[in-house]
T-cell receptor
Framework: DAGVIQSPRHEVTEMGQEVTLRCKPI?????LFWYRQTMMRGLELLIY????????DSGMPEDRFSAKMPNASFSTLKIQPSEPRDSAVYFC????????????FGPGTRLTVL | AQTVTQSQPEMSVQEAETVTLSCTYDTSENNYYLFWYKQPPSRQMILVIR??????QNATENRFSVNFQKAAKSFSLKISDSQLGDTAMYFC?????????????FGQGTTLQVKP
């Protein structure tokens, strides 16, 4: 398996622009997680899905952030409009709901908002 | 609410020596899972080792081992014969046994520097 795939790996945009981050989980996994990592706040869980359904979005910073999972093999995290304080590394992770349930992480997307 | 605490923001160790990273957690559950993840400068999150709470035997993966003290709610990571490639941030994580979604609670992380 190719592992969790994220795109783009790097994104530089200007304040006010819309940003869309993409994630393809490992085939067969039924939970998907979006994290944000910054020096100041560490690793934060933004939202997670179980069987394509959003379970907990309490970590989403504000209404400018939205996430979707239209099917089991694809998810997006959208920021509209983007702000400089959104600059961070965004990780997607997936897991299978049995046993250890370890999460497998993607390589992350480094977002810079100017 | 479940919490995970890593009280050592930064640590350093000489190459070939042994280092222990601390982690404590709080939960009212009896069955759960614990993990250590490594994040090297490449930023890729990699699972290092895992432990099921109902197993008394401490998990071991090559040079990595844990000291799991269930009563004390402590889950420390020992790295033996440290190598330069062990330089990374290490995260301790908890998953409740009653969770059916795989959600993990992460600690704040410990940055480990292995010195030559």
């Amino acid at each position: 398996d190719a592992g969790v795939i994220q795109s783009p790996r790097h994104e530089v945009t200007e304040m006010g622009q819309e940003v869309t981050l993409r994630c393809k989980p490992i085939s067969g996994h039924n939970s998907l997680f979006w994290y944000r990592q910054t020096m100041m706040r560490g690793l934060e869980l933004l939202i997670y899905f179980n069987n394509n359904v959003p379970i907990d979005d309490s970590g989403m910073p504000e209404d400018r952030f939205s996430a979707k999972m239209p099917n089991a093999s694809f998810s997006t995290l959208k920021i509209q409009p983007s702000e400089p304080r959104d600059s961070a590394v965004y990780f997607c992770a997936s897991s299978l709901n049995q046993g250890y349930n370890e999460q497998f992480f993607g390589p992350g997307t480094r977002l810079t908002v100017l | 609410a479940q919490t995970v605490t890593q009280s050592q923001p930064e640590m350093s160790v000489q190459e070939a020596e042994t280092v222990t990273l601390s982690c404590t957690y709080d939960t009212s559950e009896n069955n759960y899972y614990l993990f250590w993840y490594k994040q090297p400068p490449s930023r890729q999150m990699i699972l290092v080792i895992r432990q099921e709470a109902y197993k008394q035997q401490n998990a071991t993966e090559n040079r990595f081992s844990v000291n799991f003290q269930k009563a004390a709610k402590s889950f420390s990571l020992k790295i033996s014969d440290s190598q330069l490639g062990d330089t990374a941030m290490y995260f301790c994580a908890f998953r409740g046994g009653s969770s059916n979604t795989g959600k993990l609670i992460f600690g704040q992380g410990t940055t480990l520097q292995v010195k030559p």
